[in-house]
């Protein structure tokens, strides 16, 4: 080979180096390309996984005390839960049955809300649901519609339908019935590879052992750790705590008046099957309570192999909801508004109508915040659900909030109102005064009564106060009409609502508008009778009003939210001026003065010789029953603030037949030793006061309940009233009977 053609063949082999490299670097190109940019995507495509993606439920919110004392708080509990994804090609009834016969075997139950009976033993079924209860009916009412049946449908045609819908023919009937119904309870549950199905709840600890010592032939079969609401101061606030509840059907599937179906929960993040608030604090601060929950994903490959679990979100707990009351305090009002009760029946309601019911609300003056709201009886939290029937059965109401809820005819408690709007007006000042015999006679044939029980004459406003005179307000209220001193009611707090956080009763105050309204009423209204209702917590905070010469807060039972990990406060509530009566002159030291008085007039009782000034009014309501001919039973009612010159707290109450206001004077006092217990230290736990003596308790120890003998500013001055004078009477029978009111 000569010179030139080893040239040739060096520059051709360099060519094809050169090809093979170039052609070499963008395979390696290629590879990289695969591998590295779109190596995910390939794998994926490789092994067809999917992710399914499941509900992780956070821990709800604890509510506590002032004190950060723990009052609801959520536990660990256990349900066995069923994954479809997880349950592969498992024969879904034998698997049922398995559970069923577990669950039985250890005492349990699980999730069945099909109302409708085992077979009889001719094999027919019947409906569960109750006659009366609405709910009941509702329920049944859906069913039928979801399984597409008419309304005429028989329990016979139901589980037909279902055993037809579900292939259950093969089964017995019994078990027809029991997988009916876990089937039907699926399909409301929405069980899919996307939705699990909880098929018991808060299992034992032992039904949670056979389960997972069965897991092996039970597929898709979980235990799955829950948090339930628990109560660890389960008879503190009852009434105003307020429950939880799994998510209702009406409240998950919503269709307007014109047919549009909405789904306003999962539209806020919720599933089907989740707790959710349905009353009280526990529904007015869901948002705060129930917290942020997780995801757990689940990743299934072609083959159907669950290839990888990741909890891929960690669920965040609710944020702490902290109260403004005491448990300690609050126990201690309970305490005494029930002993206050029995004090009355043993020693004035001796005949067949007892006190059987009552409320009592402490305020906090300063900013409006709830120290106390007692209703007697009342009901424990933890013993709802499996009590329920016997709560609702009994006759003295247990589960009704009296203390927001109960409306009550305030009698003579309401004359601190009308004094102001009198004053206030320039109708009267200091040195005005009605003459007083005992009969008002400015209409004809119509004839109002005061007892002149202390007084008699010339009456100022300070004495009629004290002693409660009927003419002097009857007088001053015809004068002024209902017009003026309702208009200073509603700003006082009376007959509207007082701004709480969960439902109140708004209450009436009697007016010109009344269907029954005729000119005599205003002088039966400004003493407190007519068509006049108000709740317990009304009275408080027209107390707390008086109390801030006129100056009202918005009523209010939470004190802040607090950050559930760290206890730091993610927001406060602050005090809020709902309304402000500026008042002339010394139009509230007339009205203080004349209550501070009324201490003074309740002989025989802890409330005249108390060391610390208290300003208080009685009130001593007619019911519309009569036990005698123009003989009506009695309530008896009270406001008070106290000290009268420097005050903290203010208090309404209402006992139900307890008769005179001034029998519940020792439970003003009852109430004052516990606060200033509470103050200084000496409260206990259980809401008895300690050995410590201090200024408040110093009340020596022999003072017992009042005599049978009684005085009081009130003494039948509520119900001195004419009984020829049928307009009146019958504009008391419009007024509803204390626990008969319901909310309007």
Known sequence: MNQEERKTAIRRMRVLVAAACILMLLYGLRLIFLQLVNGDDFKSQATNTTDYKFTVTAARGDIVDSRGERIATSVTGYNVVLNKLLMGDEDLDGMLQKIVELLRANGEGWNDTLLISQPDAAGNYTFTAEAGSTKDQKVLAAMKDNLGLQQYATANDVMEKLVEDYDLTSFPLSWQRTLGGIHYEMQLQAFSNVNNFIMAENVSEATVATIKEHSLSLPGVEIVETSTRSYEQSTVLPHVLGRVGKITAEKWKVTDENGQTTYPLREKGYNMNDIIGISGLESAYEDELRGKDGVETITRNSDGVIVDTALTTVPEPGHTVQLTIDSRFQKAVDKALAENIDMINRVYNTGSMKAAAGAAVVLDVKDGSVLAASNYPSFDQNLYATQYSEYSADESLPLFNRALQGLYTPGSTFKPAVAVAALDSGLINQYSTVFCNGVYTFYKGYS?????????????????????????????????????????????????????????????????????????????????????????????????????????????????????????????????????????????????????????????????????????????????????????????????????????????????????????????????????????????????????????????????????????????????????????????ETAPAGQDALDN
């Open 448 to 732: 109002p009564r005061c007892t002149r029980h202390g007084h008699s004459g010339n009456i100022d406003v300070v004495t009629a106060i004290k002693w409660s005179c009927n003419v002097f307000f009857y007088d001053v209220g015809r004068r002024l009409t209902s017009d003026v001193y309702d208009a200073y009611a509603y700003k006082l707090g009376l007959g509207q609502r007082t701004g709480v956080e969960v439902s109140e009763a708004v209450g009436h105050l009697t007016s010109k508008n009344d269907s029954n309204y005729m000119e005599s009423l205003d002088v039966q209204a400004a003493i407190g009778q007519g068509n006049t209702v108000v709740t317990p917590i009304q009275l408080a905070t027209y107390a707390a009003t008086l109390a801030n010469n006129g100056t009202r807060y918005r009523t209010h039972f939470v004190k802040a939210i607090l950050d559930s990990n760290t206890g730091e406060v993610i927001s406060e509530t602050q005090p809020e001026v709902m309304d402000i009566i500026e008042g002339t002159g010394n139009t509230f030291e007339l009205v203080r003065q004349g209550m501070r008085q009324v201490p003074s007039t309740i002989t025989n009782s802890k409330i005249s010789s108390y060391p610390i000034a208290i300003a208080c009014k009685t009130g001593t309501p007619q019911r519309s029953e009569t036990y005698a001919p123009g003989k009506h039973y009695l309530n008896a009612m009270m406001v008070a603030y106290l000290p009268a010159d420097d005050p903290q707290i203010a208090i309404g109450i209402t006992i139900e037949y307890g008769g005179y206001g001034a029998r519940t004077g020792d439970l003003v006092v009852d109430i004052a030793n516990a606060y200033f217990a509470m103050q200084d230290g000496t409260l206990n736990e259980d809401g008895t006061i300690g050995k410590q003596e201090t200024a408040a308790d110093s009340t020596p120890a022999d003072q017992t309940a009042p005599a049978q003998t009684e005085t009081g500013t009130d003494t039948a001055a509520d119900t001195a009233t004419d009984t020829v004078a049928g307009t009146t009477d019958a504009a008391q």
